[in-house]
């Protein structure tokens, strides 16, 4: 009850193109879910984050989409650069007790030109 | 920079040895958070320690171990190395365990030969 499923597993989009990436997720005790953005040698680096409480949120080219019902989210980003080719981590968290991230598979992008 | 510091960046070193990798969250950072990331896991959650106590315990094997100390840096001790114990660790903080983002540092690439 403690996964949250992503995918795909890999993307390509071109560039100026929007790309999408999905999450569901099982446990209904989670009211957190941010993405991290990742490049190769890095750590996960905080993107955007939502609450259940509301079902979009836009932080410039980035936008999450959540689906409470049906227990997803998503994440868009518009107008792809290359800089953008990385890879993505959608992940949830229950706000009490154990307040550990539970992360998906993540997603490898590339943005060609 | 996230403000988090981990030391140090590449540790390779040979089964059956023990190692101590090293966390410094953010300035005012109460939570420290150990996760491994490997190409088969993904980023899994080891353990959480909240103003030096332990707080939530996740898929950690027993031949490691953390502490956080009273300056609030943590350590994560691994012994009788493994060679699929070679991943990226990563630590992480937050102000307070829940309702707040967490920020990853750049990670520890543990490689056991």
């Known amino acids: 009850q403690q996964q949250v499923k992503q995918s795909p597993q890999s993307l390509i989009v071109q560039k100026g193109g929007i790309s999408i990436i999905n999450c569901a997720y099982e446990n209904t005790a989670f009211d957190y879910f941010p993405w991290y953005q990742q490049f190769p040698g890095k750590g996960p680096a905080l993107l955007i984050a939502i609450r259940p409480d509301v079902s979009e949120k836009k932080e410039g080219r980035f936008t999450i989409s959540f689906n409470k019902s049906a227990k997803q989210f998503s994440l868009h980003i518009m107008d792809s650069q290359p800089g953008d080719s990385a890879t993505y981590f959608c992940?949830?968290?229950?706000?009490?007790?154990?307040?550990?991230?539970?992360f998906g598979t993540g997603t490898r992008l590339t943005i060609i030109p | 920079d996230s403000g988090v510091t981990q030391t140090p960046k590449h540790l390779i070193t040979a089964t059956g040895q023990r190692v101590t990798l090293r966390c410094s969250p953010r300035?005012?950072?109460?939570?420290v958070y150990w996760y491994q990331q490997s190409l088969d896991q993904g980023l899994q959650f080891l353990i959480q320690?909240?103003?030096?106590?332990?707080?939530a315990k996740g898929n950690i094997l027993e031949r490691f171990s953390a502490q956080q100390f009273p300056d609030l840096h943590s350590e994560l001790n691994l012994s009788s190395l493994e060679l699929g114990d070679s991943a990226l660790y990563f630590c992480a903080s937050s102000v307070t365990g829940g309702g707040t983002e967490a920020f990853f540092g750049q990670g520890t690439r543990l490689t056991v030969v």
């Open positions: 300035s005012g950072d109460l939570s």
């Open positions: 320690y909240y103003n030096g106590e332990e707080r």
């Open positions: 992940a949830a968290r229950a706000n009490f007790g154990n307040e550990k991230l539970t």
